[in-house]
């Protein structure tokens, strides 16, 4: 696991090898304004291939500053490690079954971990789109 975490580690800097957005990231936006809803906003006219720390890497090879990751995911980082190993462990199992069928405790410990974490005076329930085996708790 370690290994893996190493190899997909990106160098903390700002490196620009082509003009902002790049050629395939142009090739890229092209693609998305003919298939995606115009309601669906971008600010940065690059597409990401992988991100680590602080930085990002588009699909032309150029590492930026990581300035959105306020928005989704600055709490947990924009490729954690603990994410990395919880979302690798959980596919090994499985990747999704309609919990509306077939039930599984993932489901239910992230609800009751919403629960846990919401005041209320009354017993609380909750519902995930998304929810994994094993819920990220801050330590």
């Given at each position: 696991m370690t290994d893996l975490l190493d190899q997909t580690a990106l160098q903390q800097?700002?490196?620009l090898v082509t003009e902002i957005p790049g050629p395939r990231s142009q090739e890229l936006m092209a693609?998305?304004?003919?298939?995606?809803?115009?309601?669906v906003g971008t600010t940065l006219p690059v597409f990401v291939s992988r991100a680590g720390g602080g930085v990002v890497e588009d699909v032309d090879g150029n590492t930026l500053i990581d300035l959105g990751s306020g928005?989704?995911?600055?709490?947990?980082?924009?490729?954690?490690p603990r994410v990395v190993e919880a979302v690798q462990?959980?596919?090994?199992?499985?990747?999704?079954t309609c919990f509306m069928v077939?039930?599984?405790e993932?489901?239910?410990?992230?609800?009751e971990a919403l629960a846990e974490l919401t005041p209320a005076r009354t017993p609380r329930r909750?519902?995930?789109?998304?929810?994994?085996?094993?819920?990220?708790?801050?330590r």
């Open positions: 800097r700002r490196h693609r998305r304004n003919a298939t995606v809803s115009a309601g928005i989704a995911v600055v709490s947990v980082g924009n490729a954690a462990a959980q596919v090994a199992d499985f990747t999704h077939t039930p599984y993932g489901y239910v410990a992230v609800c909750a519902r995930c789109s998304t929810p994994a085996r094993r819920p990220w708790r801050t």
